[in-house]
């Protein structure tokens, strides 16, 4: 086994006095899918947002493919192939869908195939090719994630985060989306982290896991050896 | 933009070449009318005021239509203009062009000092600081020895220009600072900011650089406010803390900006000429004159969220100046 693709090691970041993540370690190996769960406030979305360049840690390490990467800005990141779909489905509502998605190509290293991963974009989401002339702003929740989900991919990354990717939608659309990722991961062999509160349905599909909660890693396993009872004292901290 | 993107029909975009030869033409015809003497000085007294005023409105609406940064300080650079150009001029006896230039390289040091403190903060609490900052300026010259205090300073060269001259400078500023506006929202950069104000968050997620978009904006709206300020100052031919460091100035680019249409490269066009106009027939009217602008700009945000410009293109499907771009990738 090579070195893993990303290695978080001893993260601390906060916000002024309070410290949201402390001491958080953990690595994602190539091709792998890992899911990090906890409750509201348990550090998940300050920790990704570190790794993305979007949040300054105050100490620790973040390795992509070898190289630290903690104190590159976000755009860099992105090129190096690190990429994340931010919580809340953030898509450019006055730009049609097609804008949205060339967005993403916005790095130097993405422009120039961006004709060919729109292409392999539109073919992972059909229905965004159907209404790629509508502003962003028109879709439907569902809708929206994908464009964001499609908007990221433009980037061609090695390693993709999803930052609560079924927040507020309808377990329909949040199963077809999960079906995506699988494939997204399959197909590319792209590293996936998946950010989540449904514990089952990112258990089901990541091939390890991890729990936070206050800003710590509490506990950490193969998802298809994972013992209910300590999952659930972890998730709570009873 | 947004007429554009909301409408289900194909929209014309004026952008061809004979918008092209219209646009040289109509330059071309007020800059012949200005050096053959055929506008009458009182002609040219409103045409430097249009000019100006669609420049400064063009800069604000660069900065706070396209970029989202809603400055309430761009008065900080026409008050440094005004004051290089007279400290230029009155104390080391140099020409007009040296004071714009050294008004230039002050406003330029000052906005990439500012940029490191202002960037922290976005939205309101920006917007405050920018005021703050202009106002703190306000004080300081009222106090500086150097520049005469609250007294006031003026401008003196020796031949003074004339207005034909002045007229055909702003024009100059203003066809410049138009097509900078234009050319800079189609590249790159105009497509981060359009990202950048639909959703910050999410522009730095895909890699937009958000601190040197918004830097790129803020000087190039340093230098030709700076301009446009050093040039009123010139026609003005004298200057004081209070006039120069004014919030009046950014309340005028409001006004414009929002009465012509936010976020439309045409829309401080017309917007500038209805304040020139409104401005000299409420002059009449001391002190009623803020009122009914402040009407007038509350109905217009009203009955045209998209100011005059924005609600005739949504109606009629037309655009000029589109700020259409995607230069690495062909829409089909």
């Given at each position: 086994m090579s070195e893993p693709i990303l290695q978080v090691q001893e993260l601390n970041a906060g916000y002024g006095d309070?410290?949201?993540?402390?001491q958080a370690s953990f690595s994602v190996d190539h091709g792998q899918i890992i899911t990090l769960i906890g409750l509201n406030g348990a550090g998940k979305t300050t920790l990704v947002k570190t790794i993305a360049g979007l949040h300054k840690p105050t100490s620790g390490k973040v390795l992509f493919m070898g190289e630290d990467i903690t104190r590159l800005s976000a755009e860099k990141i992105v090129s190096r192939g690190l990429s994340m779909v931010p919580?809340?489905?953030?898509?450019?509502?006055?730009?049609?869908v097609h804008d949205n998605l060339l967005m993403g190509s916005f790095p130097k290293s993405a422009r120039?195939?961006?004709?060919?991963?729109?292409?392999?974009?539109y073919e992972l989401f059909p229905v965004l090719e159907e209404m790629k002339k509508r502003p962003a702003g028109t879709l439907s929740g569902g809708e929206r994630q994908m464009v964001a989900i499609g908007r990221a991919l433009m980037a061609r990354p090695k390693c993709l985060i999803f930052d609560?990717?079924?927040?507020?939608?309808?377990?329909?659309?949040?199963?077809?989306?999960?079906?995506?990722?699988?494939?997204?991961?399959?197909n590319d062999k792209t590293s996936v982290i998946l950010i989540e509160q449904d514990t089952q349905r990112a258990l089901r599909t990541a091939d390890s896991f991890y729990v936070m909660l206050k800003g710590k890693m509490v506990l950490s396993g193969k998802s298809n050896e994972v013992d209910a009872e300590m999952l659930k004292k972890a998730y709570f901290g009873i | 933009m947004i007429g554009k993107k909301l409408g289900q029909r194909d929209v014309v975009v004026l952008d061809s070449i004979p918008m092209l030869i219209i646009c040289i033409a109509l330059v071309f015809g007020l800059y012949l009318s200005c050096i053959t003497g055929i506008a009458s000085n009182n002609a040219m007294r409103y045409m430097i005021q249009i000019f100006l005023f669609i420049t400064l409105g063009e800069m604000w609406n660069l900065l706070s239509g396209f970029a989202g940064m809603t400055s309430l300080g761009q008065q900080l650079y026409i008050g440094l203009a005004g004051y290089s150009v007279a400290v230029m001029t009155t104390k080391f006896h140099m020409g007009l062009g040296a004071g714009l230039a050294v008004g230039v390289l002050v406003s330029t040091i000052v906005a990439l000092l500012l940029s490191l403190i202002l960037f922290k903060m976005q939205g309101m609490y920006f917007s405050i600081s920018t005021w703050v900052v202009a106002e703190a300026f306000a004080t300081l010259f009222l106090s500086w020895k150097f520049v005469e205090q609250g007294s006031g300073m003026t401008i003196r060269v020796v031949p003074y220009p004339r207005i034909g001259e002045i007229c055909i400078l702003s024009l100059m500023i203003c066809v410049v600072a138009m097509i900078t506006v234009y050319c800079l929202l189609r590249t790159k950069v105009g497509l981060g900011l359009t990202a950048m104000r639909d959703d910050i968050t999410a522009a730095s997620a895909v890699g937009v650089n958000v601190f040197s978009h918004k830097l790129i904006v803020y000087l190039i709206a340093a230098v030709f406010t700076t301009l446009a300020g050093g040039i009123f100052f010139i026609n003005k031919g004298i200057i004081y803390p209070e006039n120069g460091f004014g919030i009046s100035w950014t309340v005028s680019m409001i006004f414009i900006v929002t009465i012509g249409g936010t976020g439309t490269v045409g829309g401080p066009i017309v917007g500038a000429v209805i304040y020139v106009f409104l401005q000299e027939i409420l002059a009449r009217y001391p002190g009623w004159s803020n009122i009914i602008l402040g009407i007038i700009t509350i109905l217009v945000i009203l009955f045209l969220p998209t100011g005059i410009m924005g609600t005739l293109q949504k109606k009629l499907r037309f655009e000029i100046f589109s700020s259409k771009r995607f230069s690495f990738a062909k829409h089909k």
């Open positions: 309070f410290s949201a993540l402390e919580q809340g489905s953030r898509c450019f509502n006055r730009m049609s120039k195939h961006a004709k060919e991963t729109l292409r392999h974009v609560e990717i079924s927040l507020g939608l309808s377990p329909a659309i949040i199963k077809d989306i999960y079906k995506r990722i699988i494939q997204i991961n399959e | -």
